[in-house]
Structures are given as C-alpha cells and as structure tokens.
C-alpha cells in the first residue's frame, strides 16, 4: 500500500522540517484513507496535517484539518488518537488567543491519557 508509504515518509519529513513535501504526500494519503474507510489512518494523516498547516502558521487550515481528525476519531474512538487530536486543538486554540477553548481541548486529552493509565493498569 504506496499510501501507508507516503504518510510514514510525510512524517518523516515533517520531522525534518519539510513542510511543503510533507503536506503533498499526506493530502493524497489522507484521501485515500478517506476513500478507503481506512478511519485510524486517515485521523493519523489529518492530524500531520493540522499540524504541518500549524507549522505554516495557517491556523484556520489547521483547525478544519484537526477538526476533520476528530469526526473520523468519532468513528474509530482509540485513546492515543482522542489524546493526539485534542491537544492539538488545544495548541491551535491556545496559537489563537482562545485561552478557554485550549483549556477545553487539553482538559479532554487529560482525560483520555488518564483512560489510557486505568486501562494499562487494570491489564497489568
């Protein structure tokens, strides 16, 4: 799956601050697991996206993207993602001056790293 490809070399190359060839790689990614039903992946590939539009300083982009991260989230509900999308929310919230939105956001994916802690513990 060249697709699954793509999002890990977009990662990486997010990492390296190679935002433009990132974001070329992750849109056609995130269509695909779109297309696909492929809801877990393509949560992963909008939140790099959210990001990378963060990075840009395209706080309006980055919020329609997280936004899109988190209806698919809705769909797939895994802690680690709820954690992901919504401190990221809570980052473009902060970056735009919404103080209480970001305390919102970061409140909820408290929460969800906490469900992460009780569900380990009671496996262990």
């Known amino acids: 799956m060249a697709e699954l490809l793509d999002l890990y070399q977009a990662l990486l190359l997010f990492h390296e601050g190679r935002h433009f060839e990132a974001r070329r790689l992750c849109v ?7 297309d696909a039903k492929l809801r877990g992946k393509a949560v992963i590939a909008h939140l790099l996206l959210a990001r990378i539009a963060l990075q840009l300083g ?3 982009e980055a919020t329609r993207r997280a936004d899109a991260a ?19 929310l809570g980052q473009i919230a902060q970056k735009e ?3 209480s939105g970001a305390h919102n956001s970061y409140q ?17």
């Open 28 to 34: 056609a990614a995130a269509a695909f697991f779109d």
């Open 58 to 60: 395209d706080a309006p």
């Open 70 to 88: 988190a209806e698919r989230l809705s769909l797939v509900k895994t802690a680690v993602l709820e954690y992901q999308v919504h401190f990221l």
């Open 97 to 99: 001056g919404d103080l």
């Open 108 to 124: 909820v994916a408290r929460q969800a790293l906490e469900s992460l802690r009780t569900e380990f513990t009671r496996k262990s």
